[in-house]
């Protein structure tokens, strides 16, 4: 007996610089939070509640990588009573929910915190993360395909792109893994300052059904869900 678990692909917060197989092994993080949990789709069951992503500090050096936003507060964030009506499918219960804090290493070593969230319903699958890096999100288009599209988001800049998440495919006893293309994703980064002094947040939704997700409904989450995050400031 297999399972089959679909994954975010790692997104673009370092703009092309990230390697292939440090992608893959942030996308694993995030998928295999569903293992803990009991997925259902009894509607008469309480929603998921967050678990998970909360550690003291930042990986690093201690008191050398300043502490950001947790994966715990991200999931806190997301898993908000009326996401489902704004997804579009009220009615909806969060089947999973949790908090994940990882670190992304670039070419020469450097760390980069990357806590991030995930919430997943029957139709939708909704990822939040944080990257704190130093890449501006402006002008990131040109490294994300031919869809990309630079736009303003609660008065930053932000960028629109797709994505596709990995499935991921292996028996209970650990043997026979495979991992492989999976659905269609629609991506939403936004700069974490209206300067675009660098680092950014994410949004991710991808459906159970192979569908792509519209826009408007990713919009709609961000537009929502963002302001709510620890550290978010309305910028002046």
């Known amino acids: 007996m297999a399972d089959d678990i679909g994954a975010p692909a790692k997104g673009p917060g370092a703009w092309g610089q990230a390697v292939a197989a440090v992608a893959l092994v942030a ?3 995030v998928g295999l939070w569903a293992l803990g949990e009991t997925s ?4 008469d069951l309480p929603p998921a509640r967050c678990s998970g992503g909360e550690p003291e500090k930042a990986p690093g050096k201690a008191g050398k990588v300043p502490r950001g936003v947790s994966g715990a507060q ?3 964030a997301l898993n908000r009573t009326d996401l489902a009506e704004l997804l579009g499918t009220p009615g ?6 949790g908090g994940s804090d990882g670190s992304v290493k670039f070419a ?3 760390e980069v915190f990357n806590p991030s969230a995930r919430v997943e319903f029957g139709t939708y ?3 939040l993360s944080a990257t704190y890096d130093r890449f501006p999100v402006a002008g990131s288009a040109a490294f994300l395909g031919n869809g990309a599209r630079q736009r303003t988001v609660l008065g930053r800049p932000a960028v629109v792109y797709s994505d596709r998440t990995i499935s991921i495919s292996f028996r209970l006893d650990g043997s026979d893994t495979d991992s492989g293309p999976g659905v269609p994703a629609r ?3 936004v700069a974490r300052d209206a300067k ?3 680092g950014s947040f994410e949004v991710v939704l991808w459906r159970a059904d192979g569908v792509v997700p519209d826009d408007a409904v990713l919009l709609r989450v961000a537009e929502k869900v963002l302001p709510t995050v620890p550290g978010w400031t309305a910028d002046r």
């Open 40 to 43: 259902s789709s009894n509607s």
């Open 74 to 76: 991200l999931c806190e």
């Open 92 to 97: 909806e219960t969060a089947k999973t929910a």
């Open 187 to 189: 991506a939403l980064t």
């Open 27 to 29: 996308a694993l993080g």
């Open 125 to 127: 699958t909704v990822t």
């Open 196 to 198: 675009d002094s660098g």
């Open 108 to 110: 020469g070593g450097k």
